[in-house]
T-cell receptor, first 114, second 116 residues
Framework: DTGVSQDPRHKITKRGQNVTFRCDPISEHNRLYWYRQTLGQGPEFLTYFQNEAQLEKSRLLSDRFSAERPKGSFSTLEIQRTEQGDSAMYLC????????????FGPGTRLTVT | DAKTTQPPSMDCAEGRAANLPCNHSTISGNEYVYWYRQIHSQGPQYIIHGLKNNETNEMASLIITEDRKSSTLILPHATLRDTAVYYCIVRVAMGHTSGGSYIPTFGRGTSLIVHP
C-alpha cells in the first residue's frame, strides 16, 4: 500500500454513460497525475496537477475527459459518453515537492465499457 | 524523449542476480534514466533513477555505461515477489513553473519471471 487510494477499484458501465473516478493522494503531496493503461501496454500519461492547477494535458485527454482537483487534495477524473475504447485501467499517482523523481501509484480503477 | 529498448521477457532463478538491460542510444545529456516495476494487478512502483553515475538503494542497483547509451538494473538476490514487468524510462523534467516534474513515459517493459 503506497498511501494513494482510488475509488472504485472496478467499474462496469454501458456505452454512452458517464463515469467518475476518485483519487486520494498521499496527504503532503502537492502533485497528482493520471494515467491510462490498456492490456499489454505500459501506462500512458493523461494529465497532472500541482495543487489545484492542471498544468499539463496529454493529447490522449479528449474533450470527453475532464479532471479536477478543486482543493488541491483529492482529484476526480470524469469520462462522458463512454466508448468501448475507454476500457482500461486508470491509474493515479502523486509526488511531493517540485522536481521530485519518485511517483507513488495507486492500485488503479479498472473500467469496462460494454 | 529518448526511446528505450528492452527485451520483452527474461527469467531468473530465485536467489540469483537478475540483470535487466536497457538500450537508450539516443539519450540526451539532461535526460535521467528511471526504472519502475509493475507487479500484476498493482500500480507501478518506483525503483531507482540515475543521470550519469551508478546508483544503489535498498531495492536495486543501476549501472549506466560511460557513454550513457545503455543501462542495467540489477536485483542482487531475486525473489519470487520480484516477478513483475520492469520499465526503463528516460526523461527530462517537464517544465512548468519552477522545478518541473518528471513524468515517466512507459513502454512495454521487460516481463521478469523469477522461478524457484
Amino acid at each position: 500500500d503506497t498511501g494513494v487510494s482510488q475509488d472504485p477499484r472496478h467499474k462496469i458501465t454501458k456505452r454512452g454513460q458517464n463515469v467518475t473516478f476518485r483519487c486520494d493522494p498521499i496527504s503532503e503531496h502537492n502533485r497528482l497525475y493520471w494515467y491510462r493503461q490498456t492490456l499489454g501496454q505500459g501506462p500512458e500519461f493523461l494529465t497532472y496537477f500541482q495543487n489545484e492547477a492542471q498544468l499539463e494535458k496529454s493529447r490522449l485527454l479528449s474533450d470527453r475527459f475532464s479532471a479536477e482537483r478543486p482543493k488541491g487534495s483529492f482529484s476526480t477524473l470524469e469520462i462522458q459518453r463512454t466508448e468501448q475504447g475507454d476500457s482500461a485501467m486508470y491509474l493515479c499517482a502523486s509526488s511531493t515537492r517540485q522536481g521530485s523523481h519518485e511517483q507513488y501509484f495507486g492500485p488503479g480503477t479498472r473500467l469496462t465499457v460494454t | 524523449d529518448a526511446k528505450t529498448t528492452q527485451p520483452p521477457s527474461m527469467d531468473c532463478a530465485e536467489g540469483r542476480a537478475a540483470n535487466l538491460p536497457c538500450n537508450h542510444s539516443t539519450i540526451s545529456g539532461n535526460e535521467y534514466v528511471y526504472w519502475y516495476r509493475q507487479i500484476h494487478s498493482q500500480g507501478p512502483q518506483y525503483i531507482i533513477h540515475g543521470l550519469k553515475n551508478n546508483e544503489t538503494n535498498e531495492m536495486a542497483s543501476l549501472i549506466i555505461t560511460e557513454d550513457r547509451k545503455s543501462s542495467t538494473l540489477i536485483l542482487p538476490h531475486a525473489t519470487l515477489r520480484d516477478t513483475a514487468v520492469y520499465y526503463c524510462i528516460v526523461r527530462v523534467a517537464m517544465g512548468h513553473t519552477s522545478g518541473g516534474s518528471y513524468i515517466p513515459t512507459f513502454g512495454r517493459g521487460t516481463s521478469l519471471i523469477v522461478h524457484p
